[in-house]
Structures are given as structure tokens and as C-alpha cells.
């Protein structure tokens, strides 16, 4: 929203200018530095403006992050707009609708670890042991997944297909459900909050289906002598250790 300049500063007059102050200038910015404590020399540095004949003024740039302040700080309409943009982000953050770059990156390493169906049984185990209520389990399950065993069942016969459990008729009506499934798993078992965890699950769903990943779930709980995939199975786990840390 404003302009920084060759040496990483911004421009105080600007600042001035977009919030919308009143007051004069240097009454602003000497009152707005002193609220926010900020230090000549660290966040603000002082210098002359370009001669238009007269005498010139003392004008000053400021920090990136000073300027933050400045602009949160005010009593203006402006200043309490960008206020409510910022809380605006961070529920967005809170509620798994917004991430940063690297995260987004996790979040695609944590889908491609959700096509091992050693990684789905072992969240789904810790998600179960966190609800720790083996009687209403799989009700809820189903108001948090949106789904239940009746409607996968049902699904198959519809398609002329027998059902044997729900991840391997899952695989055969769209396996990307899976990844969606282990992701939110995986968000509970954090202690992450179903809202957060079901917005994450649809997150990855959508990068699973561009991704192409249901075409790969793989069951690397059967014995592999030959070991088939070996290779994409221990990527795909070792950025599940990855992730972890990256998603907290």
C-alpha cells in the first residue's frame, strides 16, 4: 500500500497523506513517535526536502515496521480499516483459511503423505485416542467428515459395487476423499479445531485432485518384498516428518 524506497524506508509524508491526518505534519509525526517509542537513528532518520526555492523542510523516512505502527496507530477512519483488515488475516490464519508460502508447501508434502494408508491409520488412531469415546465415535466422525458408513455403502450400490470397508470403497468412488480424511485427522490429532481441520481437509483435497493424487494411494501396511515403490513411499514419509513442525 505505500512506497518503499531504495534504502528499505518509507516516506513519513506518505503515511501522513494516506491515513488521512488532520493535524500538521510534524505535529502528527512528532506525537505519533513519541506513543509509538520509536528512536531516531533506528526506526526514523531525518533529512531535507528537495529546494523549491525556499527554505527547505525537514521531512523523514521511517522503517518498514515503523510504519506499520504508524498506520495502526491512528484515530482515522484509514488507520481503523487496516485494523480491521488485519483481524480480518488473522481469522483467516485461526481458521485454516489463510497460510503462508512455505506452509502451503507443507501442506502439499502432507497430501502426498496422506496417499500411504500406514499415515491415514496412524492419524486416525491418534485422532481417535484424543476423542477417547469409542461409543460415539462414529457418529461423530460422520457429522465431522460429512459422511457415514450408510452413505458409502449406499454410494456402491449404486455404482454396482460390493462394499467391504471405507477406505477401500473410498478408493474405488474417489480416493482423494482419503487424503482429505487424513489431513483432518491429522489437524484434530495437533489439537487443531474441527472448523480449522475441515477447512484444511478441503484445502488439500483440491491440491490432492490437481496433484493427481488419488491415482497413487498406496497400501504400504502389506508386505512388500519386492519392494515396490519403495522409493516414493519413503519420500512420501519422510515429508510427513517434515511437515509437523511447519503446520503448528
Given at each position: 500500500?505505500?512506497?518503499?524506497?531504495e534504502?528499505n524506508?518509507?516516506d513519513?509524508?506518505?503515511?501522513?497523506?494516506?491515513?488521512?491526518?488532520?493535524?500538521?505534519?510534524n505535529?502528527w509525526f512528532k506525537?505519533s513517535i513519541?506513543?509509538i517509542?520509536?528512536?531516531?537513528g533506528?526506526?526514523?532518520?531525518?533529512?531535507?526536502?528537495?529546494?523549491?526555492?525556499?527554505?527547505p523542510?525537514?521531512?523523514?523516512?521511517?522503517?518498514i515496521?515503523?510504519?506499520?505502527e504508524l498506520?495502526?496507530?491512528?484515530?482515522?477512519?484509514k488507520?481503523?480499516?487496516?485494523?480491521?483488515?488485519?483481524?480480518?488475516?488473522?481469522?483467516?490464519h485461526?481458521?485454516?483459511?489463510a497460510?503462508t508460502?512455505?506452509q502451503?508447501?507443507?501442506?502439499?508434502?502432507?497430501s502426498?503423505?496422506?496417499?500411504?494408508?500406514s499415515?491415514?491409520?496412524?492419524?486416525?488412531k491418534?485422532?481417535?485416542?484424543?476423542?477417547?469415546?469409542?461409543?460415539t465415535w462414529y457418529?461423530?466422525r460422520?457429522?465431522?467428515?460429512?459422511?457415514?458408513?450408510n452413505?458409502?455403502?449406499?454410494?456402491?450400490?449404486?455404482?454396482?459395487?460390493?462394499h467391504?470397508?471405507?477406505?477401500t470403497?473410498?478408493v474405488q468412488?474417489d480416493?482423494?476423499?482419503?487424503?482429505?480424511t487424513g489431513?483432518i485427522?491429522?489437524?484434530?490429532a495437533?489439537g487443531k479445531?474441527?472448523?480449522?481441520?475441515?477447512?484444511v481437509g478441503n484445502l488439500?483435497k483440491?491440491?490432492?485432485?490437481?496433484?493427481?493424487?488419488?491415482n497413487?494411494i498406496?497400501?504400504?501396511?502389506?508386505d512388500?518384498p519386492?519392494?515396490?515403490?519403495?522409493?516414493e513411499?519413503?519420500?512420501?514419509?519422510?515429508g510427513f516428518n517434515?511437515v509437523?513442525?511447519?503446520l503448528?
Amino acid at each position: 500500500m505505500l512506497n518503499i524506497n531504495e534504502n528499505n524506508k518509507v516516506d513519513a509524508r506518505e503515511i501522513y497523506d494516506f491515513i488521512g491526518v488532520k493535524s500538521r505534519f510534524n505535529d502528527w509525526f512528532k506525537n505519533s513517535i513519541d506513543f509509538i517509542g520509536g528512536k531516531e537513528g533506528k526506526d526514523f532518520y531525518q533529512k531535507n526536502s528537495k529546494s523549491t526555492g525556499g527554505r527547505p523542510t525537514i521531512e523523514y523516512d521511517v522503517t518498514i515496521d515503523c510504519a506499520k505502527e504508524l498506520c495502526l496507530t491512528q484515530r482515522t477512519d484509514k488507520s481503523k480499516e487496516l485494523r480491521l483488515w488485519l483481524i480480518s488475516l488473522s481469522k483467516q490464519h485461526d481458521t485454516g483459511l489463510a497460510f503462508t508460502a512455505q506452509q502451503i508447501e507443507a501442506l502439499m508434502d502432507l497430501s502426498r503423505a496422506m496417499t500411504l494408508v500406514s499415515i491415514q491409520k496412524e492419524v486416525e488412531k491418534k485422532h481417535f485416542a484424543i476423542y477417547n469415546d469409542k461409543y460415539t465415535w462414529y457418529q461423530y466422525r460422520a457429522a465431522l467428515l460429512g459422511y457415514s458408513t450408510n452413505d458409502v455403502i449406499e454410494a456402491m450400490q449404486k455404482v454396482n459395487k460390493k462394499h467391504h470397508s471405507i477406505r477401500t470403497s473410498l478408493v474405488q468412488l474417489d480416493a482423494n476423499e482419503l487424503i482429505r480424511t487424513g489431513v483432518i485427522d491429522f489437524m484434530v490429532a495437533m489439537g487443531k479445531t474441527n472448523e480449522y481441520a475441515t477447512n484444511v481437509g478441503n484445502l488439500c483435497k483440491s491440491m490432492a485432485m490437481k496433484m493427481k493424487l488419488g491415482n497413487i494411494i498406496w497400501d504400504d501396511t502389506k508386505d512388500n518384498p519386492l519392494k515396490i515403490n519403495q522409493y516414493e513411499i519413503t519420500e512420501r514419509q519422510n515429508g510427513f516428518n517434515q511437515v509437523k513442525g511447519l503446520l503448528v
